[in-house]
Protein backbone atom coordinates (compact mmCIF):
# COMPACT_ATOMS: atom_id res chain seq x y z
CA UNK A 1 0.00 0.00 0.00
CA UNK A 2 1.53 3.46 -0.62
CA UNK A 3 1.05 6.45 1.38
CA UNK A 4 2.58 9.90 1.11
CA UNK A 5 3.40 11.38 4.34
CA UNK A 6 3.49 15.19 4.35
CA UNK A 7 4.66 17.41 6.87
CA UNK A 8 5.90 20.69 7.44
CA UNK A 9 2.77 22.95 7.26
CA UNK A 10 2.34 25.75 10.06
CA UNK A 11 1.62 29.34 10.88
CA UNK A 12 3.63 31.66 9.69
CA UNK A 13 3.74 35.62 9.03
CA UNK A 14 3.58 37.32 6.02
CA UNK A 15 6.89 37.29 4.39
CA UNK A 16 8.25 34.43 6.38
CA UNK A 17 9.29 30.71 5.03
CA UNK A 18 8.04 27.35 5.31
CA UNK A 19 9.01 24.13 3.81
CA UNK A 20 7.03 21.08 3.04
CA UNK A 21 8.50 17.47 2.46
CA UNK A 22 6.50 14.59 1.41
CA UNK A 23 8.35 11.39 1.36
CA UNK A 24 6.46 7.95 -0.48
CA UNK A 25 5.80 5.38 2.07
CA UNK A 26 5.71 1.75 0.43
CA UNK A 27 6.67 0.04 -2.91
CA UNK A 28 5.54 2.39 -6.23
CA UNK A 29 7.08 2.00 -9.31
CA UNK A 30 8.02 4.55 -12.21
CA UNK A 31 7.62 7.64 -10.43
CA UNK A 32 7.17 10.47 -13.49
CA UNK A 33 6.13 13.98 -11.91
CA UNK A 34 6.56 14.42 -8.03
CA UNK A 35 4.14 17.94 -7.42
CA UNK A 36 2.33 19.85 -4.77
CA UNK A 37 -1.50 21.73 -5.37
CA UNK A 38 -3.24 23.57 -2.98
CA UNK A 39 -7.04 24.60 -2.18
CA UNK A 40 -8.07 27.65 -0.18
CA UNK A 41 -11.77 27.89 1.07
CA UNK A 42 -14.45 28.16 -1.87
CA UNK A 43 -11.22 27.56 -4.32
CA UNK A 44 -10.72 25.05 -6.76
CA UNK A 45 -7.67 23.00 -6.23
CA UNK A 46 -4.87 24.07 -8.19
CA UNK A 47 -0.68 23.26 -9.24
CA UNK A 48 1.27 24.97 -7.50
CA UNK A 49 4.47 22.97 -8.36
CA UNK A 50 5.90 20.19 -10.02
CA UNK A 51 9.06 18.23 -10.82
CA UNK A 52 8.90 15.98 -13.39
CA UNK A 53 11.70 12.46 -12.97
CA UNK A 54 14.01 14.43 -15.49
CA UNK A 55 13.79 17.18 -13.17
CA UNK A 56 11.75 20.08 -15.16
CA UNK A 57 9.84 22.42 -13.04
CA UNK A 58 6.39 24.62 -13.34
CA UNK A 59 4.71 26.24 -11.53
CA UNK A 60 2.43 28.35 -10.47
CA UNK A 61 3.17 31.86 -11.91
CA UNK A 62 1.80 33.53 -8.35
CA UNK A 63 4.56 32.02 -6.33
CA UNK A 64 7.35 31.88 -9.25
CA UNK A 65 10.54 33.50 -7.69
CA UNK A 66 9.43 32.14 -4.06
CA UNK A 67 8.48 29.25 -3.94
CA UNK A 68 11.13 26.01 -5.15
CA UNK A 69 10.41 22.63 -5.83
CA UNK A 70 12.94 19.67 -5.22
CA UNK A 71 13.06 16.03 -5.18
CA UNK A 72 15.36 12.91 -3.76
CA UNK A 73 14.38 10.54 -5.99
CA UNK A 74 16.81 7.78 -3.81
CA UNK A 75 14.37 9.02 -0.74
CA UNK A 76 11.37 8.67 -3.14
CA UNK A 77 11.12 12.63 -1.98
CA UNK A 78 9.56 15.59 -2.61
CA UNK A 79 10.25 19.31 -0.80
CA UNK A 80 8.42 22.68 -1.75
CA UNK A 81 10.97 25.81 -0.11
CA UNK A 82 8.30 28.99 0.35
CA UNK A 83 9.63 32.08 0.71
CA UNK A 84 8.70 35.35 0.80
CA UNK A 85 4.84 34.11 2.04
CA UNK A 86 1.72 35.97 1.63
CA UNK A 87 -2.05 35.87 2.92
CA UNK A 88 -2.91 34.53 0.11
CA UNK A 89 -0.93 31.28 0.23
CA UNK A 90 -2.98 30.34 2.89
CA UNK A 91 -4.60 26.62 1.66
CA UNK A 92 -4.67 22.96 2.53
CA UNK A 93 -1.26 21.50 0.48
CA UNK A 94 -1.70 18.34 -0.76
CA UNK A 95 1.63 16.52 -1.88
CA UNK A 96 0.93 14.37 -5.73
CA UNK A 97 2.82 11.87 -7.06
CA UNK A 98 2.15 10.29 -10.52
CA UNK A 99 3.72 6.99 -12.33
CA UNK A 100 4.46 6.77 -15.98
CA UNK A 101 1.04 4.99 -16.57
CA UNK A 102 -0.87 7.75 -15.27
CA UNK A 103 -1.58 6.80 -11.61
CA UNK A 104 -1.73 9.11 -9.25
CA UNK A 105 -1.17 9.57 -5.75
CA UNK A 106 -2.43 11.83 -3.16
CA UNK A 107 -1.04 12.74 0.46
CA UNK A 108 -3.53 13.83 2.91
CA UNK A 109 -2.75 17.18 3.08
CA UNK A 110 -1.04 20.26 5.09
CA UNK A 111 -2.34 23.12 6.38
CA UNK A 112 -0.52 26.33 5.76
CA UNK A 113 -1.59 29.85 7.12
CA UNK A 114 0.35 32.82 6.67
CA UNK A 115 -1.15 36.08 8.49
CA UNK A 116 -1.05 39.34 7.50
Known amino acids: QVQLVESGGGLVQAGGSLSLSCAVR????????MGWYRQAPGKQRELVAR???????NYLDSVMGRFTISRDNAKNTVYLQMNSLKPEDTAVYYC??????????WGQGTQVTVSS
Open 26 to 33: GSIFSINA
Open 51 to 57: ITSGGTT
Open 96 to 105: NVLRFDSVGY
